[in-house]
């Protein structure tokens, strides 16, 4: 069975740092690998999505991810945080049904 | 173009009572899904729509929930009678029929349904 796991509940960085934010999956088959954004209080962003193709993925406001086969991980990465990057970012696997991991805060400090 | 309409935002009810969610997925859209997203915790999938057929429902608590989508546009989620742990923020969300796993699910603002 498929599963997402993500590894942190809550990652603190300063504004300008490197954002990383991880992300391990399992999946019998090939994956169609995502990550998502929400903001307080809003439904659910799409950032970036693997499906097949170039290993790393670029995506909306600077987040990109890269899919590593060999470690089962899709990492997202921003090289410089934002303010406005505050929020909880969701990793999902999609064989059909879309299944989500648990999610990570993102808290970004001036 | 308009995005997933959902109402009511806020609920809050009763142990035992009823409600009912409604929501609106983009013009076109024929897969419409509802998602039960509690505080600390990823969505997870209560139901799957195609057109106004049901692909998935293996995750409905099919007891106290029921969903419909009649003429394939909106759809009606229900909780009959309520218990406290379906306090829970309910997401639609809907998809385009072109492609096939790839589907980008566009998400509604969700309902906040508190049970006390």
């Known amino acids: 069975a498929q599963s997402v796991t993500q590894l942190g509940s809550h990652v603190s960085v300063s504004e300008g740092a490197l954002v990383l934010l991880r992300c391990n999956y399992s999946?019998?088959?090939?994956?169609?690998l995502f990550w998502y954004v929400q903001y307080p209080n809003q439904g659910l962003q799409l950032l970036l999505k693997y499906t097949t193709g170039a290993t790393l993925v670029k995506g909306i406001n600077g987040f990109e991810a890269e899919f590593k086969k060999s470690e089962t991980s899709f990492h997202l990465t921003k090289p410089s945080a934002h303010m406005s990057d505050a929020a909880e970012y969701f990793c999902?696997?999609?064989?059909?049904?879309?299944?989500f991991g648990k999610g990570t805060t993102l808290s970004v400090s001036s | 173009e308009a995005g997933v309409a959902q109402s009511p935002r806020y609920k809050i009810i009763e142990k035992r009572q009823s409600v009912a969610f409604w929501c609106n997925p983009i013009?076109?859209?024929?897969?419409l899904y509802w998602y039960q997203q509690i505080l600390g915790q990823g969505p997870k999938l209560l139901i799957q729509f195609q057109n106004n057929g049901v692909v998935d429902d293996s995750q409905l608590p099919k007891d106290r929930f029921s969903a419909e989508r009649l003429k394939g546009v909106d759809s009606t989620l229900k909780i009959q009678p309520a218990k406290l742990e379906d306090s829970a923020v309910y997401l639609c969300?809907?998809?385009?029929?072109?492609?096939?796993?790839?589907?980008?699910?566009?998400f509604g603002p969700g309902t906040r349904l508190t049970v006390t």
């Open positions: 969300a809907s998809s385009s029929p072109t492609g096939g796993a790839t589907y980008e699910q566009y």
């Open positions: 999902a696997v999609n064989e059909g049904l879309l299944i």
């Open positions: 999946s019998s088959v090939p994956p169609y």
């Open positions: 013009s076109g859209h024929a897969t």
